[in-house]
């Protein structure tokens, strides 16, 4: 490997990245995906909203708690999962659908650096998406908290730390399921069955044996939202049980399923061939 | 390994059950080659496998010394113009040239130099802000072909390019596909239009069903088709004691006198020898006004050996 590759390399990567991350903001048929992103900030900005407008005082406590049960059982599972079903699927398997694939393929790139350069695309696109929903939805909380208490807790309190964890693990989140869907689009020509099944995987994490529970993104990002949702109520069930893995072991085995996820993509795309008469 | 040629060692491509090409040997030199099929005969099969877009079921495939399977040496020497008329969203015809240097890696300098001389050569200059959703089918086909040789490839593919074409143009592009040829480069064109394919071409490829059917030079290729003797028309002023002459050679199966009385239509399994004789003729006061091979051509080679119902030509 010579630094010229790595030069060239770069230099296809950014091609890729500037054709891809505008067909990934604009494209109409992910407008849902802002949808979903938007969804807990309109929610939260509705609440702060009223609470303003009726001179109510927030209970920064309580907000706290919503928003962590709102993220890690709406949030992470649905919003991100399905925002990633939605434009990592589409990386190969959508231009695969439009017949532009081999746009890519007659140009003098290796493979490996198309999908390196379409992943981080990707990861780019959904990052700023959920994570501008992230912020928003938080900014909503702190909106309507008096600013000496919002300060208190942002610098006094441990909630920046807070804002800061809840952010990384939205972005882990669109690595990880980004990862799998990426993958999985090379591997099933309708790949809704594959994604249901993977839905119910990570939904049925807490029911799973301590190996297994490995096995998926949940659990990894599970260990590091910052607040802890009890688990009691009728979504109790959903609550991952069992000692958290620290955060450094958390990142580290998500970016490690995010590795094997490419690592298989990448034996994919070598293959890949162009035969849109079979899609 | 010559590097020079683009060979294809006992290739096979099957899809599923269904057969693309079978067995197909090929060396294939500079200059302009054609391949004439009917349609499935494995035409384009043979071209996505040349340009990696498909890989060989079995069989080695070898383009001036570069395997298909890296593209990224592949195509500094490749371009091809694909049959296929879908783009990326959203492009004009510039951003679609552009886009691509981008990812061959180079500057913005070099990519806009470039991008601009190839779509001058397609004479798009006009068109080129324009996004290519609105362009008619022959501008589609000019700017998938200022894609294919704006990298100055030595090898270029080009699947049925001179679809959509108006004349003019066609006749440019046809210029256009010589120049290379003459500077050394290799131009593979697959085409339904047999009598440019005549034209143009230094060698043909004849496919049928998945295999290769004939190869080579076309007055080659026809010579070998030896179940139908070449037809030779002559023009002269005795034709009929000319007739009765030339069946001194056991090689000649037909000859028909014109309806006009100034003409003949010969059949010969053997031109040289016919061609030798004719020599001996003239001098014995038979006045010839032409001799042409009236069956020497794409056309005739493509029925004699696909059919005239091989497909839709």
Redesign the interface.
């Known amino acids: 490997m010579n630094p010229e590759s790595w030069g060239l390399w770069r230099a296809q990567v950014t091609a890729i990245l500037r054709l891809e991350i505008k067909k990934n903001f604009l494209a109409k048929r992910g407008l849902w995906v802002y949808l979903l992103a938007a969804a807990p900030a309109v929610l939260m900005w509705s609440h702060a909203a009223l609470n303003l407008r009726h001179q109510r005082v927030c209970d920064l406590g309580k907000d706290s708690l919503i928003f962590a049960t709102m993220f890690q059982f709406f949030y992470l599972r649905l919003a991100v999962f399905f925002g990633c079903v939605g434009v990592f699927l589409n990386l190969f398997r959508g231009e695969m659908l439009e017949k532009s694939l081999h746009y890519y393929l007659l140009a003098p790139v290796r493979r490996e650096v198309l999908l390196a350069g379409k992943f981080l695309a990707g990861v780019i696109t959904t990052s700023v998406i959920f994570c501008t929903g992230t912020a928003l939805t938080l900014a909503a909380i702190l909106v309507h908290v008096p600013r000496q208490a919002a300060e208190q807790y942002l610098f006094g309190g441990g909630g920046l730390g807070h804002v800061i964890a809840y952010i990384g693990t939205t972005a882990l989140a669109c690595i990880g399921y980004g990862s799998v869907f990426l993958v999985m689009g090379f591997a099933f020509k309708n790949p809704i069955v594959p994604v249901a099944l993977v839905l119910f995987w990570e939904g049925a994490n807490p029911f799973l044996p301590a190996l297994l529970k490995k096995l998926s993104v949940i659990f990894y990002l599970h260990s590091l939202v910052p607040i802890t949702v009890p688990a009691q109520g009728d979504f109790a069930f959903l609550a991952i049980l069992g000692q958290p893995t620290p955060a450094y072991l958390a990142v580290s085995g998500l970016l490690l399923i995010a590795l094997v996820c490419l690592w298989l993509a990448g034996r994919q795309v070598r293959k890949l061939e162009i035969n849109y008469g079979t899609e | 390994m010559s590097g020079r040629e683009i060979l294809f060692e006992n290739v096979s491509k099957f ?1 599923g059950e269904v057969l693309g090409v079978n067995r197909v040997h090929l060396a294939i030199p500079p200059g302009i080659t054609s391949l004439v099929g009917p349609n499935g005969s494995g035409k384009t099969t043979l071209m ?1 496998l040349m ?5 060989p079921t079995q069989g080695r495939i070898d383009i001036l010394g570069v395997a298909p ?1 890296e ?6 020497l490749v371009g ?1 113009c ?1 049959q ?1 008329d ?5 492009m004009t015809g510039y951003q679609f040239i552009y ?2 240097l ?4 180079k500057s913005h300098a070099e990519a806009d130099e470039q991008t601009w001389r190839a779509i001058d050569r397609v004479k798009l200059t006009d068109a080129a802000a324009r996004k290519i959703a609105g362009y008619s089918k022959g501008m589609r086909q000019r700017i998938k072909l200022a ?1 294919a040789i704006c990298h100055d490839p030595r090898v270029l593919v080009l699947d049925e390019p001179l679809n959509g074409l108006d004349p003019l143009v066609r006749a440019e592009t046809i210029a256009l596909f010589r120049s290379l040829a003459e500077g050394g480069s290799h131009v593979i064109i697959s085409s339904h239009i047999l009598h440019e394919v005549d034209a143009i071409s230094d060698q043909v490829i004849l496919l049928s069903s998945g295999y290769v059917v004939a190869e080579g030079q076309i007055h080659g290729v026809r010579t070998e088709v030896e179940d139908h003797p070449m037809q030779i028309l002559i023009r002269c002023n005795r034709p009929s004691t000319l007739a009765s002459r030339i069946f001194e050679l056991d090689t000649v199966v037909e000859a028909r006198v014109h309806n006009d009385g100034k003409g003949l239509l010969v059949r010969t399994r053997d031109p040289d020898r016919f061609y030798l004789l004719l020599n001996r003729l003239v001098v014995d006061g038979v006045d010839l006004e032409s001799v042409a091979p009236a069956d020497d051509d794409v056309n005739s080679v493509y029925e004699y050996l696909i059919g005239p119902d091989g497909g839709s030509i």
């Open positions: 899809y996505n340009t990696g877009l498909l890989r399977n593209p990224e040496r592949l195509f500094r091809y694909t296929f879908s783009f990326p969203r959203g886009s691509y981008r990812l061959h890696g894609q």
